[in-house]
């Protein structure tokens, strides 16, 4: 592939700490703009189709966790190429069977705009299904993590949970979490920048099994 054509194409994919790729769409909460966020954490995940088995597990998921989530500062907006009453119906249908009310809106992508501005849709996949795509967006309108699963796996909720818990502490305390952390675990602070500061490092009082690695509690 030309080269020009690769960085064309490449531009058009979101990029983790650049602006998150606007939109006004329509859904099932009347038509929403990404601005209408801003100031808030954002949670924007696609799945492959309305009236699915999966995607009826993952939404009673995202519903069982989006109080947690109010909590944290974070709002969630699905999406699918569905029609508004197509997840309507879904909607009235999962609280009924299920007795869980989906309290976030959902877009109506048929035309893909919004699933072609964030490359939700894998042609090896599906071409005419949206993956199960992830985006954290955070108040400042920046993607800061992206998460893409296949058509047949449910994804882990409590995940994407401990995940925003780990985002917003590395930002109010400019540190860093290890594998696994969960809060009320120590977490990693940056390592030193020259040879001074590492020799200050292994005094500091941080747990430090060497100069590169220390951790402390918050």
């Keep these: ?19 998150a790729p606007t939109f006004e769409v329509e859904t099932t909460h009347g038509t929403l703009r990404l601005e209408d966020f801003q100031g808030s954490w954002v949670i924007l995940f696609s799945h492959p189709a309305d009236f699915t088995p999966v995607c009826t597990t993952e939404f009673v998921a995202f519903a069982q966790i989006a109080p947690e989530l109010k909590r944290r500062g974070v709002e969630l907006l699905g999406l699918s190429i569905d029609s508004t009453y197509s997840h309507i119906a879904w909607v009235r249908n999962i609280e009924k069977n299920f007795d869980v009310k989906i309290p976030f809106p959902i877009i109506a992508d048929l035309n893909k705009d919004v699933a ?28 800061r993590a992206m998460i893409y699963y296949p058509l047949t796996t449910g994804r882990n909720t409590q995940e994407i949970l401990r995940l925003i818990d780990a985002l917003q502490t590395s ?20 390592p030193p920048k020259t040879t001074e500061e590492a020799e200050i490092r292994m005094t500091a009082g941080y747990e430090t099994p060497d100069w590169y690695f220390s951790k402390k509690s918050l």
Aim: aromatic fraction near 6%; include cysteine; proline fraction near 10%.
């Design 1 to 19: 592939m030309d080269t020009a054509i690769q960085e064309k194409v490449h531009s058009t994919f979101p990029r983790l700490n650049q602006p």
């Design 171 to 190: 930002d109010k305390h400019s540190v860093a979490t290890p594998a696994n952390w969960k809060p009320g675990e120590k977490v990693i602070v940056p």
């Design 116 to 143: 072609t501005l964030y490359g939700m849709v894998m042609p090896g996949e599906s071409k005419t299904e949206t993956s199960r795509c992830v985006f954290v967006i955070d108040p400042k309108g920046l993607i």
